[in-house]
């Protein structure tokens, strides 16, 4: 598996010898420094150059880089948002373990992105076209206080979508409720426990994608407790999950609200975790609810 100095002399060297290509930045973990560092990271690269269309219809230039397992064209599948004349990409699986997700890009096009993403470093720039970047860090992404009407509405949208999966529950309907777990309530759980966090340690951190560094602050037993919301595909073993969820939303939900001097509709909680477990006791051949 190449080194990722070695890695990065092939990208800029790469660079230096295409006279298309005025500068190259690199984003993503491998700039973050808070990121945990192993041989999964990718190389998150993106060319400056004056025009995407000559690298679009040449589609060998990229061998370069090392042999392909397999790959991707985003901007040619139906999944990605696409402006190909400022933005095209390739991400690559080499055979020795690296990926390269790389891009070429429109200086317009970078500028804008480099406003919203602190953790840009320039590697080269031949005609100094690249304003001065401050030192990057995962700022951007720290956790952002919520205002009371944020914490409220977040309450509401997970004792509210309960509704859904209390039905799909009982129904056995396991995908459907599968996806309301995950989809509708798992995001409002993620984002107390994210907001406890933040109040730990000023709102100066970021738990990441999918709350995947969250286990850094919390406490183990509530870190463990988390990861028991997260059943199997077996009913009985998904109501018990969505009752674990329910009660560490709920005590979670009173810390955030005390420390963060907000109200907190008990009563809401309350008469929806009670309907929950009416339903869980409905037997299936229930003609009525009540």
């Known amino acids: 598996m190449r080194t990722e100095q070695e890695m990065l002399d092939l990208i800029v060297n790469a660079a230096n010898s295409d006279d298309r290509i005025r500068a190259v930045a690199m984003n993503g973990s491998r700039t973050n420094p808070n990121a945990i560092r192993d041989i ?5 690269i993106v060319y400056v150059v004056k025009e995407t269309k000559s690298f679009r ?4 230039w990229i061998d370069q880089f090392g042999e ?3 790959m991707q064209y985003p901007e040619d599948t139906s999944y990605y948002p696409k402006d190909v004349e400022n933005c095209y990409g390739w991400l690559m699986q080499f055979s020795d373990g690296n990926r390269l997700d790389l891009h070429v890009s429109t200086l317009n096009y970078v500028l804008e992105d480099m406003k919203k993403d602190s953790l840009y470093k320039v590697l080269l720039d031949k005609d100094d076209c690249i304003p001065f970047l401050p030192e990057a860090s995962d700022k951007v992404y720290w956790i952002k206080k919520p205002s009371e009407k944020q914490f409220l509405d977040t309450c509401n949208e997970f004792w509210w979508c ?3 999966v209390a039905k799909g529950l009982w129904r056995e309907e396991i995908t459907y409720t599968m996806d309301m777990i995950n989809y509708a309530v798992r995001p409002s759980l993620i984002d107390l426990l994210e907001w406890e966090i933040g ?10 994608k999918s709350g995947k560094y969250m286990y850094r602050w919390l406490k183990e037993e509530k870190w463990n407790t988390f990861l028991r919301t997260y059943p199997s595909g077996i009913i009985k073993e998904i109501w018990d999950s969505v009752f674990i969820m329910c009660e560490l939303f709920h005590s979670t939900a009173k810390e ?5 001097d907000f109200n907190y509709n008990e009563m809401e909680a309350k008469n929806s ?12 051949d229930a003609t009525h609810i009540y």
Not at 40 to 44: M, N, R, S, W
Not at 57 to 60: I, P, R, S, V
Not at 273 to 284: A, C, R, V
Request: proline share 2%; charged share 30%.
């Open 40 to 44: 999964f990271q990718d190389y998150d």
């Open 256 to 260: 955030v609200a005390e420390k963060m």
């Open 57 to 60: 219809e040449n589609k060998h």
């Open 68 to 70: 392909r397992l397999y």
């Open 162 to 164: 309960l509704n859904n």
């Open 199 to 208: 109040l730990q340690t000023d709102f100066s951190v970021s738990i990441g």
């Open 273 to 284: 975790f009670k309907f929950l477990k009416d339903i869980y006791l409905l037997p299936k």
